[in-house]
Nanobody, 116 residues
């Protein structure tokens, strides 16, 4: 059974930093692309950043220059380092992992709240 467990969310002041972690397990095929998405109240879920198994990254414009995604393949873990946080970054952040190039699994989400 595939499981993704996120951690690292919390409350931080504007300008502060947080580091999110997502540990994936349960796939005998490993995990292809992994990524972070977020959903603010009343808004659709949106891409934050993704990273392939080989380390190729992709960022939303809102994340470029402030957030860094990384992963440790041996641990099936993906990280999101978030710096210079803004109130508009407040959202539930979800981890996603893809198996065999087409099957997507989601974590339960972790709340990030940035106060002004």
């Amino acid at each position: 059974q595939v499981q993704l467990v996120e951690s690292g969310g919390g409350l931080v002041q504007a300008g502060g930093s947080l580091r999110l972690s997502c540990a994936a397990s349960g796939s005998s095929f490993g995990f292809n692309a992994m990524g972070w998405y977020r959903q603010a109240p009343g808004k659709q879920r949106e891409l934050v950043a993704t990273i392939t198994r080989s380390g190729v990254t992709n960022y939303a414009d809102s994340a470029k220059g402030r957030f860094t995604i990384s992963r440790v393949n041996a641990k099936n873990t993906v990280y999101l380092q978030m710096n210079s946080l803004k109130p508009e970054d407040t959202a539930v952040y979800y981890c996603k992992a893809r198996i065999l190039g087409e099957y997507d699994y989601w974590g339960q989400g972790t709340q990030v709240t940035v106060s002004s």
